[in-house]
């Protein structure tokens, strides 16, 4: 196994196909691809899948993949501290969050002073932000929900209750507060599979022996949103993430522990990023 060997895999798995990794690198095909077929020739693993004109990551190659990350993240960590500047910060930052609300303070504070670093945001729920974080595909992730692991670094930012919300038209007249037996009969509209607000409700239901059942499943807290505005059933948001929709009301749940703790995280293997400590630097200071 040699650098170059390494490096053509890792650039042909960024950019998804030898044709485009070449054009973005500089190098030939032919020679992207000779590497990375010496590399599965040697280990006898076959690290892409290679149909017509397109390809894929094998098991063997997704791992590898996440490998490399690590790998070529310590290379530019090497070269920033030989070339003295590590106490820099510039690039990119991409952080993975269940909401956007709850880090628009520590962005504000980021961007005044490190107007130069592009963010780069997506959001998705706490499954897909934790998977994106161990998979090196983020720098920052912010979660619902407390995480555990020795291989996580975790900031708490803030705790807020779930609220159930509906349209202000579902109800004759709009209840202050409702308990898990008023739920179980009414039509639900949950998140996709991984949202923690869902999870945190059904195990809390299931604390008092009721079963919530939605109707509906809908991906992202858009959707959700609008289907619940035009009188589709009852969702959950935690109070935080309420906004100002006038066509909703928002109604406590009386029953259980139904809150949510907002959680910032990043990998412990990654704390010494110059991106990353500048972020949590931000946080901490609000």
Not at 19 to 32: D, G, N
Not at 126 to 149: L, M
Request: net charge positive; proline share 3%; charged share 25%.
């Amino acid at each position: 196994m040699t650098y170059s060997q390494l490096r053509a895999f890792h650039c042909v798995a960024t950019y998804g196909g030898f044709s485009k990794a070449a054009e973005k690198t500089q190098h030939s095909q032919p020679v992207l691809s000779g590497h990375v077929k010496q590399l599965e020739e040697f280990y006898d693993n076959l690290l892409f899948k290679r149909e017509k004109k397109r390809i894929s990551l094998t098991s063997a190659g997704k791992e590898l993949f996440i490998l490399t990350k690590q790998f070529f993240e310590v290379e530019e960590q090497i070269n920033n501290h030989l070339s003295k500047s590590s106490a820099s910060v510039s690039g990119k930052i991409r952080i993975v969050a269940d909401s956007a609300i709850h880090i628009i303070k520590i962005l504000k504070s980021f961007r005044k002073n490190y107007p130069d670093v592009i963010i780069d945001l997506t959001i998705g729920n706490s499954k897909e932000v934790t998977t994106s974080i161990r998979n090196y595909d983020a720098e920052i992730g912010v979660i619902g929900s407390p995480v555990e692991g020795p291989d996580l670094q975790t900031l708490t930012l803030e705790t807020s209750k779930i609220k159930a919300i509906a349209s202000k038209k579902f109800f004759n007249k709009i209840p202050k507060s409702l308990s898990f037996q008023d739920l179980e009969q009414l039509p639900l509209v949950f998140r996709e599979n991984g949202s923690h607000t869902r999870e945190t409700l059904i195990a809390e239901a299931l604390k008092q022996k009721k079963q919530l059942v939605p109707v509906i499943e809908v991906t992202g807290r858009e959707g959700l949103h609008e289907l619940v505005a035009n009188g589709l059933g009852i969702g959950f948001v935690s109070q935080a993430e309420i906004g100002q929709d006038p066509r909703l009301a928002h109604i406590d749940i009386d029953a259980g522990h139904t809150e949510m703790t907002e959680t910032l995280m990043y990998l412990t293997a990654r704390k010494e990023v110059p991106v990353i400590r500048a972020f949590l630097k931000a946080a901490e200071n609000l």
